[in-house]
């Protein structure tokens, strides 16, 4: 080394120096950029894992609800917040209301809370409605015999088609508590037995305050489900989860079985 070198140079100059603090608020501005943008895919992916298992558990609660009716020839009233998960009340008949929580334990489901409630897969209890309606021999879906009587009273099979009286909507523009009305909205199914459905993820800080979803908690015979909406949405934000019963599947799996006889 020359005897002249400065004592930078001999302990290397000012390449040696560490990062100033403008070099570290870039350093960490880049990493916290990279970290946000890995982090709202992972939230995204999160999300539609709990949408899919949720959309599972409703196909669950749809097949072991035909198990049950095939088992005993009618439908389950749904569970009330004080029923513990089992139809209220057990047996059957008049049911303590038609639109409540899926009786899981009546079903005999095990993906449940520890009141007994089945959960969705936000951790939320899923909803389960039933038709009230009767014909006119007093014949219900949820009362032990009731299916066959409303099959012996029509002399065939055609009630059990036409007779349930809820209905999903693909919206709740133009929709009354009796049909998807005649503008802005399209029947997705009537003469349902059975919706169950979940309230998805805005659940416990928000669940029913769009239009649509607010559709699905007022208590009628006539539901909503889309595809999930942001809230900048005309109805508002919309992520529940709804599955129904096909009466004509519910009733030919009963024929098939034999817990329902021809007339």
């Known amino acids: 080394m020359p005897l002249n070198a400065t004592p930078h140079a001999r302990a290397g100059g000012p390449s040696q120096a560490g990062f ?42 749809r097949e072991a609800l035909i198990g049950f009716a095939i088992a005993n ?64 021999g007093g014949n219900t879906f949820t009362a032990v015999g009731g299916m066959q009587g409303i099959v012996n009273g029509a002399h065939s099979a055609a009630p059990l088609y036409t007779l349930p009286d809820l209905t999903v909507c693909s919206s709740s523009i133009g929709i009354t508590a009796a049909s998807c009305g005649s503008t802005g909205s399209v029947s997705l199914v009537t003469h349902a037995p059975a919706v169950i459905y979940s309230l998805g993820k805005n659940w416990a800080t928000g669940g029913g305050s769009g239009a649509d979803e607010a559709a699905n908690l007022n208590g009628d015979a006539v539901f909503v489900s889309h595809e999930p909406a942001a809230g900048t949405t005309p109805n508002g934000e919309f992520d529940d989860v709804v599955t129904w019963i096909s009466p004509a599947i519910l009733a030919s799996r009963m024929f098939q079985a034999g817990t329902l006889a021809a007339p």
């Not at 049911?95 to 009141?115: I, K, M, N, R, W």
């Not at 969705?120 to 389960?128: A, F, I, K, M, P």
């Open 20 to 61: 100033s603090l403008v070099e570290m608020a870039i350093v960490l501005l880049i990493v916290s950029l990279l970290l946000g943008g890995l982090l709202m895919p992972l939230t995204a992916q999160v999300e539609q894992r709990r949408a899919a298992d949720t959309q599972r558990r409703l196909d669950q609660a």
């Open 73 to 136: 020839g009618r439908l389950p009233c749904p569970a009330t917040a004080a029923s513990h998960g089992a139809e209220d009340p057990a047996g059957g008949g008049a049911c303590t209301t038609h639109d409540g929580f899926l009786p899981a334990a009546t079903l005999g489901l095990t993906q449940v809370d520890d009141s007994g409630y089945a959960l969705d897969g936000w951790n939320s209890r899923v909803r389960y409605a039933v038709t009230a309606k009767a014909d006119a």
